[in-house]
């Protein structure tokens, strides 16, 4: 099979024809129809988080099952299946305490992921995240396979492996918005844009967007937002302030993958707000925060990883609204390439040419 194999950070993929491992028990080979490249595949691929090459990228995808290894329950052959960034195993101690955003299965590894094939040289090549989407084949646990039913084309329900997920439920999950409460949004990239819908699902009393990139912007309009914020020529923290009688906002979203961003979220808050955070500058980043804002001004930082979504029970939940319009990938998904062109998708996932680009296969 033709796989984007990172051999090392920073350089090229090098397009390669591996060998695909057998299942083991309790993994499967799915048919690769489409993965997204986003930002967090352009930190994978320079190195700003730690994944050790020869590796395949791709931390999120969709496909067609082909084959089931020993003791696999979950999913058949044939079935259409989402592969989000985060398994389910239901076992471990996140798991079974209600908590799968966390599971065992991918976090205990510490970033050092399976073996799934051999390279030319008959070197292993591992999986990143335990997903490894830039390749004809996966080799993944049925513990990350989602079984789907829709009509709609796999480019965009690839983005249920993360971007919707996260950004969505970033909004109903983590921050929990209530209707009439206010928002801000920091950044109008994929998971931004995810969000702003979201806000627009829970009825929010208004949703204000912070970007300094003017496409994004008009992007960030198009699909609702009643303020758009360029941060050079305002002060964003004094128009949200001024829109809601000098408190700040109830919700702030972060999702910028900056330290500054985070902390912009944080001063945009009222007292007892709650802000939701979902990026990272690298796998070291440390954010200062004002010590007052947290303790006597009760705010609750909260963490949005691949929006605390339970998959059983709110990918047909999320599936549905895409199908009904009530989520729309218009203005988000910003072309299609060809495994072949995936150093062209980086540089535009790094450039921001592109909100998000996905790598299409023939299927």
């Known amino acids: 099979m033709t796989a984007a194999v990172l ?3 920073g350089v090229p993929f090098s397009i390669e024809a591996v060998e695909m491992f057998d299942p083991a028990p309790g993994r499967v080979i799915v048919r690769t129809h489409a993965s997204p490249f986003c930002v967090t595949d ?8 730690a994944k050790i090459p020869p590796t395949i990228l791709g931390h999120a995808s969709i496909g067609e099952v082909v084959e089931v290894g020993p003791s ?3 999913v058949r052959v044939g079935q259409r299946a989402v592969v989000p960034g985060t398994p389910e195993c239901g076992t471990c101690y996140y798991c079974a305490i209600g908590e799968p955003w ?7 590894l510490n970033g050092v992921y399976p073996d799934i094939a051999k390279g030319e040289d008959g070197a292993p090549i591992s999986c990143a995240g335990n997903v490894g989407g830039y390749a004809e084949l996966m080799n993944v646990s049925q513990n990350q396979t989602f079984p789907i039913e829709s009509d709609l084309p796999s480019e965009v329900l690839s983005m249920l492996g993360c971007g919707i997920t996260t950004g969505v439920g970033a909004v109903v999950n983590v ?5 009439g409460e206010s928002v801000a949004i920091f950044g109008a990239g994929q998971l931004g844009l995810w969000m702003l819908q979201g806000a627009r699902l829970r009825d929010a009393a208004f949703v204000a967007v912070v970007e300094p990139d003017a496409t994004r912007r008009v992007a960030a309009e198009r699909l609702g937002a009643d303020v758009v914020i360029d941060p050079a020529a305002e002060d964003h923290t004094e128009v949200l302030r001024r829109l809601t009688d000098g408190r700040g906002v109830d919700v702030a979203l972060e999702a910028t993958n900056s330290v500054s961003g985070q902390r912009d979220a944080l001063l945009s808050s009222r007292r ?11 796998g070291d980043s440390e954010v200062t925060l004002p010590q007052t804002f947290l303790t006597l001004q009760s705010r609750q930082v909260r963490s949005a990883q691949n929006g605390n979504v339970r998959m059983f029970r709110d990918l047909e939940r999320f599936t ?9 990938p218009e203005g988000i998904m910003t072309r299609t390439y060809a495994v072949d ?3 062209a998708a980086r540089d535009a996932a790094a450039s921001h040419d592109d909100i998000c680009g996905i790598i299409a296969f023939p299927h």
């Open 320 to 328: 549905r609204l895409l199908e009904r319009g009530k989520l729309t």
């Open 7 to 9: 051999r090392e950070t």
């Open 42 to 49: 352009v930190h994978n691929w320079s190195g700003a988080l």
């Open 341 to 343: 062109e995936i150093d």
């Open 175 to 179: 921050a929990q918005l209530q209707a």
């Open 102 to 108: 966390q599971c065992g299965e991918l976090f205990d």
């Open 272 to 282: 007892g707000g709650r802000i939701v955070v979902t990026g990272f500058e690298r």
């Open 72 to 74: 696999v329950t979950r």
